[in-house]
């Protein structure tokens, strides 16, 4: 490991979350004065909030020697068992906009299905490692990793939330095949999950409307809009028209349009190679992690956050069905950060504990020559 790439991707993320806050600093400001009263910084006010505690958990989680959550799996059944009850919980919550996605906490509120991306890569990590040469075998390797997805996502679908269902899932399926669970074995579940999702979304009007109804795809023609507005160069900071309402999730799923119209292709252009910078680092990480579960970890935490951006835009763009998915580090709100930076500080933990094991292993190396 060297220190140069976990630098190199401190800096990625550092210029991500800046420019993130930038481009939401003006995305937010008609929807706030909107909806909270004339107060165009109450957005921004709330997200540097988050951004702080944010901060400690990435510190607090990379400073966390990494290996603790396969050594003591008491922690990780826990923190599943847990996430399972609050999905549980959550389904009795009060819906907003036709979904129980929300637990309100006082001034906050908290996203369940965000922990379960989390868990299911820590869960299948664990199980994956010590399953060791038997992930080949279809009960061990593939039957109950599946048991576990499926336990998280049938919730998260009752809720529903689509979107989430189709992270966990992914990157459930992804842990198993670098780990090295057998094509063949996962096959059958894959098409039953996406059989069962494809399912629930024909037989709900509202995402049925979604990917045939004109009037249902507004915001992405508005959103179209507003990146044809923005030209190479953007029409400058804080001059987007398309966030004057017209663009009714300007400071969440859609502020990558308005930084597109505000700041033209050269923002949407670099926000794609830090994203990019971003996996590839993160797969640099996982290639000289110290073991197979540090490996797991990384490749994970890293495709949640790209796979959620790239999907993300990929809405924004119209290239794919409509779907409410945060952009991470750049939409409003505080468990999509949270967990953005929970992520963070695994890959980091990864990195700095086996750059640390490579130095021990050095400095044993120069002792016994000597």
Avoid at 61 to 75: G, I, N, T
Avoid at 187 to 207: D, I, M, S
């Amino acid at each position: 490991m060297r220190k140069s790439a976990l630098l190199a991707f401190g800096l990625v993320v550092t210029a991500l979350v800046l420019l993130g806050l930038v481009v939401l600093s003006s995305a937010s400001e008609a929807n706030a004065m909107r909806y909270h009263g004339n107060d165009a910084y109450f957005f921004m006010r709330r997200q540097f909030e988050y951004l702080l505690a944010g901060i400690m958990v990435v510190v607090a989680v990379s400073l966390f020697d990494y290996r603790k959550w396969r050594d003591c799996e008491f922690l990780t059944w826990a923190f599943y068992a847990v996430v399972l009850v609050l999905l549980v919980v959550v389904l009795r919550a009060r819906a907003i906009n036709g979904s129980h996605r929300w637990l309100s906490l006082g001034r906050v509120s908290l996203q369940p299905s965000e922990l379960a991306k989390l868990v299911i890569v820590i869960a299948l990590a664990v199980w994956q490692d010590k399953a060791g040469y038997r992930v080949e075998l279809f009960m061990r390797g593939a039957f109950w990793p599946a048991v576990l997805i499926a336990v998280l996502a049938v919730p998260i679908l009752l809720e529903p939330d689509f979107g989430s269902v189709m992270v966990v899932g992914s990157v459930g399926f992804l842990v198993m095949f670098v780990s090295g669970t057998r094509i063949l074995h996962m096959t059958p579940f894959a098409l039953v999950g996406v059989g069962v999702v494809v399912y629930k979304v024909l037989t709900n009007a509202n995402r049925v409307a979604r990917l045939f109804d004109e009037r249902a795809l507004y915001q992405v023609n508005m959103a179209l809009a507003a990146i044809s507005n923005g030209g190479l160069w953007g029409v400058g900071l804080g001059n987007s028209m398309q966030k004057q309402l017209y663009l009714p999730e300007a400071h969440t799923d859609f502020v990558f349009a308005v930084g597109a119209e505000e700041l033209g292709i050269v923002f949407s252009v670099v926000v794609i190679l830090l994203f990019a910078a971003f996996f590839g680092l993160s797969v640099y990480i996982a290639r000289r992690a110290s073991d197979r579960f540090g490996r797991f970890l990384v490749v994970g935490m890293a495709f949640i956050i790209f796979f959620q951006a790239m999907f993300n835009l990929g809405v924004v763009c119209k290239a794919l069905p409509t779907k409410g998915m945060a952009l991470p580090f750049f939409s409003y709100g505080g468990t999509n950060l949270l967990s953005a930076f929970f992520a963070v500080g695994t890959i980091l933990s990864v990195g700095i504990h086996s750059y640390r094991d490579r130095k021990h292993a050095l400095g044993r190396k120069v002792l016994m020559r000597v």
